[in-house]
Nanobody
Framework: DVQLQASGGGLVQAGESLRLSCAAS????????VGWFRQAPGKEREGVSC????????YYADSVKGRFTISSDNAKKTVFLQMNMLKPMDTAVYYC?????????????????????RGKGTQVTVSS
């Protein structure tokens, strides 16, 4: 069975850090781009960052550039999102999703439901 399991969320104060993990199984991880999406209360889901597991390229939303770093451990089939200097505006449920044979930018631009595989979310809450 295909699974994408997001974890690592929590409650932190503004300026602190969190590291999210997305553990994948059931598909050929190396052939996919994996992205993080988030949905804040009352807002639409939006792309945060994506990484191509085939070439390692990454793409970021303007709102997180310089603060978030996406990385992938292909051997462990896990994608990480290191989130530094967190702000209250980063409060959301974070989801990971995978798209076959995609560049990081193309995957980032896709609607969450257009991704081939989608996981359940992990809550990130940043207090001021």
């Amino acid at each position: 069975d295909v699974q994408l399991q997001a974890s690592g969320g929590g409650l932190v104060q503004a300026g602190e850090s969190l590291r999210l993990s997305c553990a994948a199984s059931g598909f050929n991880f190396d052939d996919y781009a994996v992205g993080w999406f988030r949905q804040a209360p009352g807002k639409e889901r939006e792309g945060v960052s994506c990484i191509s597991n085939s070439d390692g390229s990454a793409y970021y939303a303007d709102s997180v550039k310089g603060r978030f770093t996406i990385s992938s451990d292909n051997a462990k089939k896990t994608v990480f999102l290191q989130m530094n200097m967190l702000k209250p505006m980063d409060t959301a449920v974070y989801y990971c999703a995978a798209l076959h044979y995609s560049s990081s930018r193309y995957a980032y631009l896709q609607d969450f439901y257009a991704m081939d595989y989608r996981g359940k979310g992990t809550q990130v809450t940043v207090s001021s």
